[in-house]
């Protein structure tokens, strides 16, 4: 059976916290997102190309914090990751702070494909990106207002803030997906702009295999939240670890990780994941997480608050 999984970012997201308006915005570019990785799916096509043309969507789309919609750092300019990993023959790729890649999963994927490397940071992985061709675009393209105002009101307290921690109505952050397909092949990928006012080049997560992106021929698992505790409990790499070490289940398993290793030490966030059979999981311990699922023969879930 096939399955895909998408995620938009966890955080405290209330239903009061957004328009009537802006729900419908988030519910269709989430639609739209599962839609065009179902369609791949339903139509044979591999796993690892479902999940980037999923995530592929996500980045275009200015609600979510990846790609267009990518947060400001302190210096008023934009560092995003990305991963993304194969689970029958574990090979991965990833980007670190790169600029101007207008979707910097592609960036991520010629990583694994066109080079011996598993992650390449900028200015290295923009080059890499010119050099085959992907689109790049001018600063321009990344500004939105919103974004721009979160920075001002970050460097105002003198804080890094994640980007669900700022406007209550812009509560995005990483954007994923995984997926099995009929092949029984799992795959996962990850993609964010960051943290707001982040300094130093910091670097969250996503881009770090078993951290916030994993697939095995166990399990394909995507993180969303703080990335420095996702990080330090090696999150995804986690879930996978349970299922072969303890024979859990793959709900069990990320239940375990997101709510009695993470939510403890403060590690807000969800994360999503699909099995070897085309279950799927979605557990987080935040507020809200947008999120999207459909699995074969079954129509679209969609949600963002608790349920």
Known sequence: MFALAIHGGAGTIARASLSPDDEKRYRAALEAAIGIGYDLLRDGGA??????????????CPLFNAGRGAVFTHDGHHEMDAALMSGHNRLAGAVAGVRQVQNPIRAARLVMEQTEHVLLSYPGADELAREHGLP???????????????????????KMQLDHA??????????????????????AATS??????????????????????????????????????FIRAVAAYDVACLME???????????????D????VG???????????????????SEGMYRASRVEGGGAMVAIYKE
Request: net charge negative; hydrophobic share 40%; with cysteine.
């Open 47 to 60: 796993a690892l190309d479902a999940v980037e043309a999923a995530v592929r969507s996500l980045e275009d």
């Open 136 to 158: 790049l675009q001018p600063v321009e393209y990344f500004f939105t207002q919103k974004r721009y105002d979160q920075l001002q009101d970050a460097l105002a307290v003198g």
């Open 166 to 187: 700022a406007d209550p109505n812009w509560k995005k952050g990483t954007v994923g997906a995984v997926a099995r397909d009929q092949h029984g092949h799992l795959a």
């Open 192 to 229: 964010t702009g960051g943290m707001t006012n982040k300094r130093y080049s910091r670097i969250g997560d996503t881009p770090l295999i078993g951290a916030g992106t994993w697939a095995d021929t166990r399990c394909a698992i995507s993180c969303t939240g703080n990335g420095e505790y």
């Open 245 to 259: 070490y303890k024979g859990l289940s793959l709900e069990e398993a990320a239940r375990i990780v997101v709510q």
């Open 261 to 264: 290793k993470l939510a403890p």
């Open 267 to 285: 590690g807000e966030g969800g994360l999503i994941a699909v099995d070897a059979a085309g279950n799927v999981t979605l557990p987080f311990n």
